[in-house]
Structure formats: structure tokens, C-alpha cells
């Protein structure tokens, strides 16, 4: 089962509310990643984390708060978001970080802030 | 530094026609990985092939192909009869071996097949 859960699927928020994204896996996988995709771009890397420790965040601001609980889930924690936030969020996960391993995506969130 | 360019934004094709994607990147490093992803409007990206720098065997797999030439650092992908599901966009991206698994992903080919 190569399978990444996330939700919700869309959530629309205004720029002072507190929201969370979720994504889970249940392949073992010891690397999990979030993404940010704007229309028409590649996804842009946020964080990564590796056995359940932050081990990149690209300088992403503040109001954008991840969080591992454990090997399967990842969280996203979304607060004071501006629209220019608004884009599809991918959640991934890989074996481990070794260059070799292929990520398996999430469907992602759309997300729109107002 | 790491790059990967995918020239062609859009290719429209009709169904049965056979597509090729372009792919090709840009890298100091001896060891790299390279993959290609393909996002159909559902939004998830789904992986399609790894390759690695040591193996420039081409792969098939289905209507899919592949083919990897280190000479022109090219990683091309075609479609073979091509069909409505195939329409999606189909990015290309490269690791390199640093132990981070930090892809450098390209602008992607948005592939519209019409019936």
C-alpha cells in the first residue's frame, strides 16, 4: 500500500483563524515532507522531517508550525495565514532521506485564505 | 547548483498519438538520482520511474519509456498511444547525493490529450 492520507481536502480560512492540515502514512516510512504548490509551479519544499525530528525547514515563516507526533503522522499547524499562502499543500513520505528514495504524495489541501 | 529544465509548458496531442517529454538537468555531482512524477487535476503526485546515475539503461514499462542519456544529460519520457488519462502535468526532478533527499523538481509539461 503506497498510500498518503491528508485533510481535509479543502478548507478555506480567514487570516486571523487557527487551522490544522493532517497527513498520515502507514508504510513505515521514516521521512515525511510538506510542499507548497502555487498554479502552474512545481511543488516548493517547506519542511522535512526524519524519524520524527525537524530536519529542514526551508525559512518558512512563523505561522506555518509543523509537527510529527509520531512515524505516521505529520501536522501542519496554520495561524495568522495571509492569501498569498493560498495554494495546494502536499504531504509526502520516503523510506528514509536517502537521495534514492522515491517520495510518495498526498492528495493534498487546497487551501484558500481570505 | 542543481537544475532541471523541462522547456515545453504545454504539448497537446491527439489521442493515439505518441508524446515525448523533454528532461534535462544540471548537476556537478557524479552520483544523482532522477525521477519523473506525474500530476494529473486531482492534484496528487504520482511517482513514475527512479533512475540512477550509474544506470543508463532505458526502462519500459507499459506505454511508458524512458530514456537516459548521461552525454546529453537527458532524462526523456514518452507516451506511447496516448489517452485521455494520460492528461496531467509531468514533472521531472533530480537528487542529488547529499543525504537530504532534497528534490530539484522542473517546471513540469502540462500534457492535454483530446479525444
Known amino acids: 500500500d503506497t498510500e498518503v492520507t491528508q485533510t481535509p481536502k479543502h478548507l478555506v480560512m480567514g487570516m486571523t483563524n487557527k487551522k490544522s492540515l493532517k497527513c498520515e502514512q502507514h508504510?513505515?516510512?521514516?521521512?515525511m515532507y510538506w510542499y507548497k504548490q502555487k498554479a502552474k509551479k512545481p511543488p516548493e519544499l517547506m519542511f522535512v522531517?526524519?524519524?520524527?525530528?525537524?530536519?529542514i525547514n526551508e525559512s518558512v515563516p512563523s505561522r506555518f508550525s509543523p509537527e510529527c507526533p509520531n512515524s505516521s503522522l505529520l501536522n501542519l499547524h496554520l495561524h495568522a495565514l495571509q492569501p498569498e499562502d493560498s495554494a495546494l499543500y502536499l504531504c509526502?513520505?520516503?523510506?528514509?532521506?536517502?537521495?534514492?528514495?522515491?517520495?510518495?504524495f498526498g492528495p493534498g489541501t487546497r487551501l484558500t485564505v481570505t | 547548483a542543481q537544475k532541471v529544465t523541462q522547456a515545453q509548458t504545454e504539448i497537446s496531442v491527439v489521442e493515439k498519438e505518441d508524446v515525448t517529454l523533454d528532461c534535462v538537468y544540471e548537476?556537478?555531482?557524479?552520483?544523482?538520482?532522477l525521477f519523473w512524477y506525474k500530476q494529473p487535476p486531482s492534484g496528487e503526485l504520482v511517482f513514475l520511474i527512479r533512475?540512477?546515475?550509474?544506470?543508463?539503461q532505458n526502462e519500459i514499462s507499459g506505454r511508458y519509456s524512458w530514456n537516459f542519456q548521461k552525454s546529453t544529460s537527458s532524462f526523456n519520457f514518452t507516451i506511447t498511444a496516448s489517452q485521455v488519462v494520460d492528461s496531467a502535468v509531468y514533472f521531472c526532478?533530480?537528487?542529488?547525493?547529499?543525504?537530504?533527499?532534497?528534490?530539484?523538481f522542473g517546471k513540469g509539461n502540462q500534457v492535454v490529450v483530446i479525444p
Open positions: 533512475r540512477n546515475s550509474f544506470d543508463e
Open positions: 509526502a513520505s520516503s523510506q528514509g532521506l536517502a537521495d534514492s528514495y522515491e517520495q510518495y
Open positions: 522531517y526524519s524519524y520524527e525530528k525537524l530536519s
Open positions: 508504510m513505515g516510512h521514516r521521512a
Open positions: 526532478a533530480l537528487s542529488v547525493a547529499y543525504g537530504n533527499n532534497r528534490l530539484a
Open positions: 548537476t556537478r555531482d557524479t552520483t544523482y538520482y
